[in-house]
């Protein structure tokens, strides 16, 4: 009777840490990317956006040579059929280059994703996070060829 | 008794550790967003203009303000070489002995179906001149630059600055030729000029691609 009592306890704290977070698994499969721009245009500000399907939008300001893509992230070893909260903020707004300097920035002025999901019977989501982009509309400023970062932090809460 | 006890043990131990997993339920990711900015693209001369091989005088005996010039053009769509003699005159003429060609232009590198304009030297601002003559020979000038599409979204029209018909196709890739007007010497007397001498006259001018 008391290994019975034992056991159940065990049983119910077994259940704790699969749900507990510290097992869940964030993978990033791709960062948000809004592609490779020809900047045709910076007397006034110009905007790019990426929709969280993946479909790009840009102002007159842009030529699109490749596009881009949403940031997609797969989100795995939670409980089956749970819904996740999912935020995501702008960490650093203006871009950065490898250089550093001599060159007019972009601002990532904003980024979307669904507020929520529900993982599927394996424990498992993805998700889509877009964001829109926005020239410095300087006319004296300059965009160097180069590749330009932002940061942006997602996170899953539940 | 007993019983009663322990089961409010688990109950606790239970409610304990439901309450530390929501405590820390969160994720975070720190990422990126990228762009990639490519402005620069390729515009490369396939081959240079060329009037071809001319029999031609200048108007050495006028004066500046009334002296004329015969003219060769070389038309951009290909349409061949073409001479025209001022009326009247007998100083100044060209005739054509070998046809000339238009030079041609490839752009590569922009973005798909992107619309480029052309910028063409301003008139009489290129001067042909021949390496071993003497500054007093004979010189040339070149005017009334035009071009004509030969590939990309609006290939085979001639190109039209109002609406920048200068169109890539859909792997950014745009080529075109262009022709101009050559005029033979109008610096007259003033300018103490001599007729041509056999040779190559050469000059360089610039053709900007933009968006």
Known sequence: MRFKRVSIIKLILGSCLLVSPARAAVELEQALDFGTLVMIDNHSVGTISMSMDGDVNFSRHFRVLTQGHAAELTLSQYPSYKMLSIGAAVMQAQTQIASGIGSEQFTLVSVETDGSVVTDSAGMARVFVGGTLQSSGDPSGHYIDTEYQARLLLTIDY | ?211
């Open chain 2, 1 to 211: 008794m007993t019983n009663v006890k322990t089961l409010s043990k688990v109950i606790a131990i239970a409610l304990l550790a439901a309450g530390a997993t929501q405590a820390t339920a969160k994720e975070t990711v720190n990422s990126t967003a990228t762009v990639k900015v490519q402005n620069a693209f390729d515009l490369a001369e396939n081959t240079g203009l060329d009037f071809g091989t001319l029999r031609v005088t200048a108007d050495t005996g006028t004066a500046k303000a009334t002296a004329v010039a015969a003219t060769v053009t070389v038309k951009s769509d290909g349409s061949g070489t073409t001479a025209a003699n001022p009326s009247g005159s007998v100083l100044a003429s060209a005739q054509v002995i070998a046809e000339g060609s238009p030079a041609t232009y490839t752009v590569t590198k922009v973005a798909p179906f992107s619309k480029m304009v052309i910028t063409f030297p301003a008139d009489d601002s290129v001067i042909l001149s021949a390496a071993s003559a003497p500054n007093e020979t004979s010189k040339f000038t070149l005017s009334g630059f035009e071009a004509y599409v030969t590939s990309g979204a609006n290939a085979n029209t001639a190109y039209d600055t109002g609406t920048s018909n200068l169109a890539a196709d859909v792997d950014g890739t745009v080529t075109f030729a262009v022709g101009a007007t050559l005029n033979t010497d109008k610096r007259g007397t003033e300018g103490a000029i001599t007729q041509y001498i056999d040779g190559d006259y050469t000059g360089k001018y610039d053709i900007i691609v933009a968006y």
